[in-house]
């Protein structure tokens, strides 16, 4: 993102292996980039004296764009988090965006359901498809995978209630 043209970079990551790596690269890069330590599934209220302190995390955070790699299939399989919900919530955040899809024939999803009982969400590229098309527009998709890991650009339209 900043080597195209974004002057400065955030980033929410709730594992910590990454979240250094991050760290790590920012600092020896000199990369004006933030990396915060945040679960999306269970983000920071706000807090302190009548909650009026520090603001909750999406207050805090004005955003041109997200990019969302490798997050919609954790926050609906690994935290249990509706497709609906999960991704009209990460579209709100920003007027425009990249989304990644990751299909179940993918051995992350796999692992991810392995470990799951009784989930019942829908999770397939169709509800996907559905829920974006009623928040934004698709401005490029592009399959980056062998197992159809799709990268999706957007843009905001209305957020529906649906």
């Given at each position: 993102?900043?080597?195209?043209?974004?002057?400065?970079?955030?980033?929410?990551?709730?594992?910590?292996?990454?979240?250094?790596?991050?760290?790590?690269?920012?600092?020896?890069?000199?990369?004006?980039?933030?990396?915060?330590?945040?679960?999306?599934?269970?983000?920071?209220?706000?807090?302190?004296?009548?909650?009026?302190?520090?603001?909750?995390?999406?207050?805090?955070?004005?955003?041109?764009?997200?990019?969302?790699?490798?997050?919609?299939?954790?926050?609906?399989?690994?935290?249990?988090?509706?497709?609906d919900?999960a991704?009209?919530?990460?579209?709100?955040?920003?007027?425009?965006?990249?989304?990644?899809?990751?299909?179940?024939?993918?051995?992350?999803?796999?692992?991810?359901?392995?470990?799951?009982?009784?989930?019942?969400?829908?999770?397939s590229?169709?509800?996907?498809?559905?829920?974006?098309?009623?928040?934004?527009?698709?401005?490029?998709?592009?399959?980056?995978?062998?197992?159809?890991?799709?990268?999706?650009?957007?843009?905001?339209?209305?957020?529906?209630?649906?």
């Amino acid at each position: 993102m900043l080597q195209n043209g974004a002057n400065e970079g955030v980033g929410l990551e709730f594992d910590s292996g990454a979240l250094n790596a991050a760290y790590r690269r920012a600092k020896s890069e000199n990369l004006n980039f933030l990396p915060l330590y945040q679960n999306l599934a269970n983000p920071s209220p706000a807090q302190g004296w009548d909650a009026n302190e520090r603001a909750a995390i999406t207050d805090r955070l004005s955003v041109d764009a997200v990019i969302a790699l490798a997050v919609i299939h954790h926050m609906v399989i690994g935290c249990n988090v509706p497709m609906d919900q999960a991704l009209r919530w990460l579209i709100a955040q920003a007027p425009r965006g990249v989304v990644e899809f990751v299909p179940t024939e993918d051995s992350m999803v796999q692992t991810l359901l392995a470990g799951r009982r009784g989930f019942t969400h829908e999770y397939s590229s169709e509800v996907f498809d559905r829920v974006l098309d009623q928040n934004a527009r698709t401005l490029e998709s592009e399959i980056v995978s062998k197992t159809g890991r799709r990268l999706v650009w957007y843009e905001r339209t209305e957020i529906s209630t649906q």
